[in-house]
């Protein structure tokens, strides 16, 4: 690629770069490790390699160590033995044989590194002790030279053992002369590189204090890099007509700082991202036409395989009048209604990772607190299919499963050699699965310490890479804990006593328990870094008082009465009586919240009308008139051993009588 075809040229070094070119004067052995399969930008034009050309690390190796003034540059591999990185007329290859007295094949030098017959080692050992031709010799694929390095052959210790005698005669050795005219004479040392996976791929005793050893990482491109790539090849992501019709429109001073906002945006929303994938962002981008203002859609379309953003689809319209909505779910909680659909509003108007650095933050945090039963999973599953038309994409995690030290292996996967590995993580896989959607953390605090050490990373990059080594974004995703911490404090005796009551008022209730929460976090857990990551997305849920309790019940009722109408022709009615005797009922204890009531419709309602319309042979095409609600009814047909144990055993349990007595209807019917 050549660098007339850039739009802005670049000399940003990468970090690795840099610490080449400072330890290559002083150390013999270098070793590379990290992303060594990734693709990079050359940052200067030379003659092997144009400013900013996109090449993989052996050809920007070539390109270095040339510029540098090196004689010979020679590669090695098992596989193919010695060869010349650059194909040409293979005159290095040839004079680096001359060097070591060998013989080219097919212009290579074959040779074999272990076992048998193995001369890698002298030929590296004679071609980097010498001072008459300054070399370079870098061996690739070194992780794949031996099994494992703490099982190592003996043909494979004395291999890496020669190895580690050349770097020492290497040291002692003078330098070799340089072809650069720029470079001083006897500066160059002879230097061997291995490009290794991770450090520990090769014997720790090669490395582990050897001062004349020097590992340098080669990490993803950090955000300068990334920008630098973004300007340098800009035009490359375009379509040229688009590209040529288009940027006129940029040509202003606000144009141009509308294009920097965009260029800054898109390289943010890269973070992880490698030179590969970026490059494969370039070619998508290109092949999908896309306009300049919309680069960034060509990121979800790499993550996830979509090219539409359901946030991006959100109709104005729905979500202004969505708290409606809401209601008719959720009662009696406003207050956490308009902070939820806040969380919506920040998404759709941009304003959601305004305050942070970050561009790969989750859209949203929630922390939704308070006693049980008062809508805390219900306004999550609304949620979902509020945004995405489906209360299946809110995707619930049960964390009491999680609690013990290895759960973090069923959340995150497990790593490489430990027992279900292939299958990966639970969360992982669903956020692959299903990238746009709610995730819902349920009862957080019975999750193990160590997960919550990753939800660190998951709320603050709004990624995580899974045991597969596999990078998974939460950037689409909202994430919801729900938490029961401060309903209950301790009695200091291992028990526990209530610490908010029905009896309090909704601010007394939100105070205790953000109290609760925060000691949580701060003391027992000790993370309040989590608790900092949260922010103020602190919701408390206030219990059910009366009149929202009314209102779940009847809510509960006319849905009950709506699916027998549809379903099966059944029209229910309620005498004021029966009514009375179903609320008097649901009212006698909110503790439960939501899930009390339903309780209660359920033993009241729900069962004695399904016998009833079961013995009466009324299955469809009926009106039925609740009349009464008996409370419990004694039906000595359901247990007659029970009974018949109770009279002839005065002492025998009293409750035997209670568990027998079950609530039934009286009913008026007429079928149709």
Known sequence: MSSNNKESSTSFK???HRELEIFNKIKPLIILEGDIMDKYIYPEACEWLDEGEIADLNTYLHAFYKSLGYHHVIFYNHIKGFYEEVSGENTEINAFANLVNRETVNNRIPSAFNGRGADAPEIINTALTQNRASTVIIMDFVSRYIVAPNVMQPDEVLSFTKLQQTTLECANAPSALSDSVSASPNSLKNTLVLIVNKLNDLPSWLFLNNPLAKSINLLPPSTEERLAFVKSQFRSFFDKKIY???????????????????????????????YTALNSLLILCRTQKYHINQICRVIDLYRYGVSENPWESLKYEDIKNCQADFQKRVKGQDFALVKTIDVIKRAMTGMNSLQHSSHTKPKGVLFFAGP????????AKTLAQKLFGDESRCIRFDM?????????????????????YEAGGQLTNAVKNSPFSILLFDEIEKAHPSIMDKFLQILEDGRMTDGQGNTVYFSECIIIFTSNLG????DGQGGRIKNVSPNDNYEEVSRKVRKGIEDYFKF???????????GENIIVYDFIREDTAKDILKSQIDKICA??????????????????????????????????????????LINPLSRYLFDAEL??????????????VLKQDLDSDATSEHNLNPQAPADNDARQAVPELICTSTKL
């Not at 179903?582 to 009241?604: K, M, T």
């Not at 299955?619 to 419990?632: M, T, V």
């Open 14 to 16: 990468p970090k690795w």
């Open 244 to 274: 040529e019709e288009e940027l006129p429109t940029y040509s202003s001073a606000d144009g141009q700082a509308e294009l920097k906002k965009l260029q800054q945006k898109f390289t943010g929303m890269t973070e992880g991202f490698s």
């Open 372 to 379: 049980t039963g008062t809508g805390k999973t219900e306004t």
């Open 400 to 420: 009491s499963e999680f609690s013990q030290a290895h759960s973090d292996q069923r959340l995150l996967g497990a790593p490489p050699g430990y027992v279900g």
């Open 487 to 490: 309903i209950y404090v301790s």
């Open 524 to 534: 027992t857990l000790n993370r309040p870094e989590i608790l900092n990551r949260i």
């Open 563 to 604: 699916t027998l109408k549809h379903d099966k022709n059944i029209t229910i009615s309620f005498s004021q009586n029966a009514l009375s005797k179903l609320q008097s009922l649901a009212l006698a204890n909110l503790d439960n919240g939501g899930r009390g009531i339903g309780n209660v419709v359920e033993n009241y």
């Open 619 to 632: 299955l469809n095409d009926a009106l039925i008139s609740i009349d009464e609600i008996k409370e419990g």
